[in-house]
């Protein structure tokens, strides 16, 4: 920031800071920040978009998998069912063991 000097009375000597925003000279590359940081939002916004999709295809498979480990959990224990079921008919109907 530009400093101005100005004497006081007294013989001190007191420097002023400039408030005022400093306007942009031209060829000291502003431009060239404002296209960097556009391409920088650009890039953060895709990176995003992109993470939200991998998030979204993730939790998508989980759920498919969940669904399929409870279906598969159903028939391993409707088969366990009627084994159980077809032994202990086979128990019930079989003649009885005689031992002589």
Do not use: C, F, W
């Amino acid at each position: 920031m530009p400093r101005a000097e100005s004497s006081t009375g007294g013989g001190h000597r007191k420097s002023i800071v400039s408030s005022r925003p400093r306007a942009p000279i031209p060829g000291d590359g502003t431009h060239v920040n404002a296209q960097a940081n556009a391409e920088y939002g650009a890039s953060k916004k895709a990176s995003k978009n992109e993470r939200r999709a991998s998030v979204k295809e993730a939790n998508a498979q989980y759920k498919e998998e969940v669904s399929n480990a409870r279906i598969n959990r159903k028939a391993d224990r409707d088969a366990a069912n009627n084994s159980l079921k077809a032994t202990e008919l086979d128990r019930t109907t079989a003649p009885p063991h005689v031992s002589h």
